[in-house]
């Protein structure tokens, strides 16, 4: 039923060293595309409390305007790339004047349904502009690198090397600067950190957009490493929410951790040969992440990181 | 409300006086087919196809005399949509034969009402192996899906390939194509099936690394999830044989993969493309084709073999259909072939069809064998 890998001669041995860490460079990949959607959005969640469902399709508009630079309008990668980001950005930004800014006040459930109407124009809007099909930023071959027993391309170590670089900073702004505990202040206590002089509504909108250009980049990432095709925005969102959910509320580093632990958990269950005995069929990865979730939420309610911000 | 169906009953009398079963006037063609939605370029192209044979036997004057009169509905590629066309078309304005439907659940739910009427409902492109017990009044120019698994097993078999590694897209498609071919050939040396719109195969790429196999076959529903297979296979190192079928062979999956896609092989219906004499005319006239020239062709051929059976035994359902069973050769654009005792097209032969240089060039016939 199961097909089990055939051992040749002395391969089993290899078998057993040499896919770990081919999986591990996998989880690599996988993770860091989760993990640029998850952080920028444990910070909006983190410190507005808002839930933006239309993620998923700012991440697409990242990707297809990167896509309709260079393949369409013939740009170089790196301007294709910078346009994405700020066309990321622009949407986002739009996204918070429209459709949360006006309601998060009230309620802060309320934009969760705002930006789920807003996320189905965009699907529609992704649809008129760049049709049905499925796109490639770059359609050259990549060259691919074999560091040790692990092959991995050229394109995968910059691209993980870039989010892990991004991520960390972020982290750090947030969690070890003036500018961080700024921003910490306003997730704390809003009018107290208003009495203080700071100008929480900017940092607001500054936050939102900064989640939205991570997005724009998760978005690139998955064009530049696999393709994009209209229908893939929800699946996304919900890989990011599982990340910041599992890692504790408003906590950046936790949703990047989560993020990678679920990637390569997903690559373990479908690529290990469990006990020696069978493989799990690969249907059952994208089940990896919610089950992560309710896992960690039955052990440890508040996530896996306790949040490091003070209850007010 | 009862005025409303009163009205409509008067109007649905008077356009039955005027129907086309009689020997005067127009002969009516229906044609079904998605000429919106998702789907929407098989039934342009199909459609397209269908409009070029009857405006050529218009211009050469009909049939005995008779001009044919084409009457085109919507079906969506969704049964219920078709099984409305096929209503409208039957009732009201009573045509003798219907091109149709395209997408195989268009034909399975017209076919019961088109087989009560004694109406012939030729299909020129549903390849469900389903549409083959679908009625007595179903035919199809275009084969099945259970002979591609076939022509695919010989052609293994003829390669000397027996192992074979198999990933499936978890649609009703891929699905079928993966248990035919099983059927056809035997079973996989690694056989994994994956979510719909998968783009991330690392890890099921890992585990093939240490499995033996001679060819890789990319079973997804479209070139977006077909090309990303194909390329992390040739990240791996893998250098084994690839190859996919209709779903793959699409330009989509040459943007996506470029040089990775490179001697991947499609075993599809032949391509019927600029250089053939159909594909430059039917490109001339209509453009370049939405899906391909060669689904214009099967409906161009449908037309052409219901003309030819309304020319010898005149507009009456049940004389057609004897034709249509009787029939030795029908030699069309896209082969010389007849239909077998279920309505099924016998004399079709596949393509295979080879990435060269970035681009899909048609190399030698794949006999269906029988």
Same mark, same amino acid.
């Given at each position: ?6 051992? =040749? ?144 391309? =050229? ?49 607001? =909108? ?107 | 409300?009862?005025?409303? &169906? ?15 079963? !009689? ?6 063609? !229906? ?124 052609? &293994? ?37 994956? #979510? ?60 996506? !993969? ?29 453009? #370049? ?38 029939? #030795? ?13 279920? !309505? ?27």
């Amino acid at each position: 039923m199961l097909p089990v890998a055939q051992s =040749r001669g002395s391969a089993l041995r290899g078998v057993l060293l040499l896919s770990p860490v081919q999986l591990l460079a996998n989880a690599l990949i996988a993770g860091s595309l989760a993990a640029l959607i998850a952080g920028g959005l444990a910070l909006v969640y983190g410190v507005l409390g808002v839930f933006n469902m239309a993620l998923g399709q700012l991440t697409l508009i990242g990707g297809y305007t990167a896509w309709w630079l260079h393949q369409v309008a013939h740009m170089s990668v790196l301007f294709s790339v910078i346009g994405g980001l700020l066309c990321g950005a622009l949407m986002t930004w739009i996204t918070f004047e429209v459709f949360v800014r006006p309601f998060y006040k009230h309620h802060r459930f309320l934009p969760l349904v705002t930006t789920i109407a807003w996320s189905m124009i965009l699907d529609g809007f992704i649809l008129l502009a760049f049709e049905e099909r499925p796109r490639s930023i770059l359609s050259e071959a990549k060259s691919m690198i074999s560091l040790g027993s692990v092959l991995i391309s =050229r394109e995968q170590c910059l691209m993980i090397v870039l989010t892990i670089v991004a991520l960390l900073l972020f982290a750090w702004i947030f969690h070890c600067t003036s500018f961080g505990r700024k921003l910490r202040a306003v997730v704390q206590h809003e009018s107290a950190a208003r009495s203080l002089g700071i100008n929480s509504a900017i940092l607001h =909108r500054v936050i939102f957009i900064v989640s939205g250009m991570f997005a724009a980049a998760g978005g690139i990432f998955i064009g530049i490493d696999q393709n994009l095709s209209p229908t893939l925005a929800f699946s996304l969102t919900i890989k990011a929410y599982a990340a910041i959910i599992a890692g504790g509320k408003g906590n950046i580093w936790g949703a990047i951790v989560c993020a990678y632990v679920i990637a390569l958990l997903e690559q373990l269950l479908v690529g290990i040969h469990w006990f020696g005995a069978f493989y799990v069929p690969a249907g059952y990865q994208q089940t990896v992440a919610l089950l992560f979730i309710i896992v960690i939420l039955l052990l440890k309610p508040s996530g896996l990181f306790r949040s490091f911000a003070r209850t007010a | 409300m009862r005025t409303f &169906f009163a009205l409509s009953s008067l109007l649905a009398l008077s356009l039955t006086a005027c129907g086309g079963a !009689g020997d005067e006037g127009p002969i009516k063609l !229906g044609y079904i087919g998605p000429l919106t939605g998702d789907a929407a370029s098989y039934g342009i192209d199909t459609l397209n196809g269908t409009k070029m044979k009857v405006d050529e036997i218009n211009a050469a004057g009909g049939i005995n005399g008779r001009q044919i009169q084409l009457i085109a509905e919507d079906g969506k590629c969704a049964g219920a949509d078709a099984a409305t066309a096929v209503q409208k078309l039957v009732n009201i304005d009573k045509v003798i034969a219907i091109v149709g439907g395209q997408c195989s659940g268009e034909t399975l739910a017209a076919a019961p009402v088109a087989e009560a009427a004694k109406v012939i409902l030729l299909s020129p492109l549903s390849s469900s192996p389903d549409v083959t017990n679908a009625g007595a009044y179903v035919y199809r120019d275009y084969p099945s899906d259970a002979l591609k698994t076939k022509a695919m097993a010989a052609y &293994f078999q003829e390669k000397g390939l027996t192992k074979v590694a198999v990933i499936t897209e978890n649609t009703d498609f891929a699905q079928g194509f993966r248990a035919s071919l099983k059927k056809d050939f035997g079973d996989f040396a690694f056989d994994e099936v994956v #979510e719909p719109g998968t783009k991330d195969f690392r890890s099921l790429m890992t585990r093939l690394k240490n499995v033996d196999f001679d060819v890789f076959l990319a079973n997804g529903q479209s070139p977006a999830t077909i090309a990303p297979m194909v390329v992390q296979l040739r990240e791996q190192g893998m250098k084994q044989l690839a190859i996919t079928h209709d779903a793959g062979q699409s330009a989509d999956t040459l943007s996506i !993969g470029g040089k990775s896609v490179e001697g991947l092989e499609a075993i599809n219906v032949p391509a019927l493309g600029k250089d053939t004499a159909f594909g430059s005319k039917f490109i001339a006239q209509y453009g #370049e084709p939405q899906g391909a020239a060669a689904f214009g062709a099967h409906a161009y051929d449908a037309v052409g073999v219901l003309a030819e059976a309304i020319g010898a035994v005149g507009a009456n359902g049940e004389a057609i259909k004897g034709y249509l069973d009787q029939l #030795e050769e029908y030699p069309g654009v896209v082969g010389t072939f007849h239909f077998d005792e279920n !309505g099924d097209v016998v004399g079709m032969s596949y393509a295979l069809i080879v990435v060269q240089n970035g681009a899909w060039v048609q190399t030698r016939p794949i006999a269906i064998p029988e």
